[in-house]
């Protein structure tokens, strides 16, 4: 059995964690399902390179497409888009150890999906928020740091969710070790919601979210995420300026205000200008993970009776973009916020 650490998806998020605990002497190996990445990453003469303000190296380091891989690792990072999890668990599977386990380093509640397939035990959840872009085979652009968190999904101190907080902060050495991922999970999900909506025009996160005529949007639009979290008993924290509190029925204008200016004053110095989901719309022209995010807490709204009306129009807009039936527009915000 491998003792070192399979990295399962290398792109933006995965390809960077990795990169930084290959220069920092773990063993690591890649999996992705881009044979040219995968090309790259085991050429010797190129290697994986992170580029940006952030650092820049190359690293050299094992790399296979997922039919290519043989043996057992004990600890598996799996760093898919969220609507792929399952069939990389499938894939996975076979080179997960009995006393194994799998890191989730991926956007939404993928832990569930994971431990419907792996195993409630052999399942570890983990919360990301730096910038970072797949920008070509071989090279992944890291545009800015951000916040980075770990805790067992039924929140035990366990051995190994230690040892992988102290990997982590190899990679971010603010990496937070907590005893509530899923509030972590919860709050990125009322964050992401104003991503979500960011990605349905052409301005910049920051851009987007300083538009002041908006802000009744990101004020519905969390509160909509955040009702539901609260019927479903968790209580989301907040990060990188956004403020959960500033969101929940109740909250002021002016809450809200103070943290979409934090949120602002967060992205406007970044590299990474735009969202992964605007790069999977206006430049990768691919699906996004709306169906595995967003939909997911609508439909939970629900079964509680919760209206998630602006969710709802969001995934209907987003749909409409990844179809061919609607254009990248700012307008589209604004028939968002008359929804």
Same mark, same amino acid.
């Given at each position: 059995? =491998?003792?070192? *650490?399979?990295?399962?998806?290398? %792109? ?24 040219? @990445? ?13 580029? %940006?303000?952030?650092?820049? !190296?190359? +690293?050299?380091? &094992?790399?296979?497409?997922? /039919? /290519? ?14 609507? @792929? ?27 569930k999906v994971i431990a419907e397939k792996v195993g409630t035990v052999r399942t570890v %959840?983990? !919360? ?9 085979? #071989?090279? *992944? @652009? ?22 992988? @907080? ?9 990496? $937070?070790?907590?005893?509530? *991922? ?13 991503? !979500? ?15 002041? /005529? ?25 990060? =990188?300026?956004?403020? &959960? ?14 943290? +979409? ?17 605007w790069r999977d719309l206006a430049v990768r022209k691919r699906r996004t993970e709306v169906?595995m995010q967003i939909k997911p807490v609508a439909d939970t709204g629900r079964r509680h009776? $919760? ?10 807009? *987003? =749909?409409?973009?990844?179809? #061919? ?9 604004? /028939?968002?916020?008359?929804?």
């Open positions: 059995m =491998n003792q070192g *650490i399979l990295v399962w998806g290398a %792109g933006a998020i995965g390809g960077t964690i990795g990169a930084y605990l290959v220069r920092a002497g773990h063993d690591v190996t890649f999996v992705d399902i881009d044979r040219q @990445h995968v090309e790259a990453i085991r050429d010797p003469s190129r290697g994986l390179k992170i580029t %940006g303000p952030v650092d820049q !190296f190359t +690293v050299r380091a &094992p790399a296979f497409l997922p /039919e /290519e891989v043989e043996g057992k690792w004990s600890c598996i990072f799996l760093a898919v888009k969220a609507h @792929h999890t399952a069939d990389a668990c499938e894939a996975l599977l076979p080179h997960l150890a009995a006393d194994g386990y799998v890191l989730s380093l991926q956007n939404g509640l993928c832990e %959840g983990a !919360f990301v928020n730096f910038g970072a872009d797949w920008i070509e085979p #071989g090279e *992944i @652009h890291y545009g800015n740091r951000g916040a980075v968190v770990v805790g067992e999904i039924d929140g035990a101190n366990t051995l190994r969710v230690r040892a992988l @907080h102290e990997k982590l902060k190899v990679f971010e050495p603010d990496a $937070i070790l907590t005893d509530e *991922i899923f509030s972590y999970l919860w709050g990125k999900l009322a964050y992401g919601s104003l991503l !979500f909506a960011q990605a349905v025009g052409q301005l910049g996160i920051a851009d987007c979210l300083d538009r002041p /005529e908006l802000l009744p949007l990101w004020r519905d639009m969390a509160g909509e995420v955040l009702r539901v979290a609260s019927a479903e008993g968790v209580r989301p924290r907040g990060f =990188n300026g956004f403020d &959960p509190a500033a969101f929940v029925p109740g909250a002021s204008e002016a809450a809200a205000r103070e943290s +979409v200016a934090a949120m602002v004053a967060f992205n406007r110095p970044n590299a990474k200008t735009h969202s992964g989901v169906d009776g $919760i209206a998630c009306t602006k969710l709802e129009a969001l995934v209907r807009t *987003i =749909n409409e973009i990844e179809d #061919g039936k609607r254009a990248l527009s700012d307008h589209n915000l604004n /028939e968002l916020l008359n929804a």
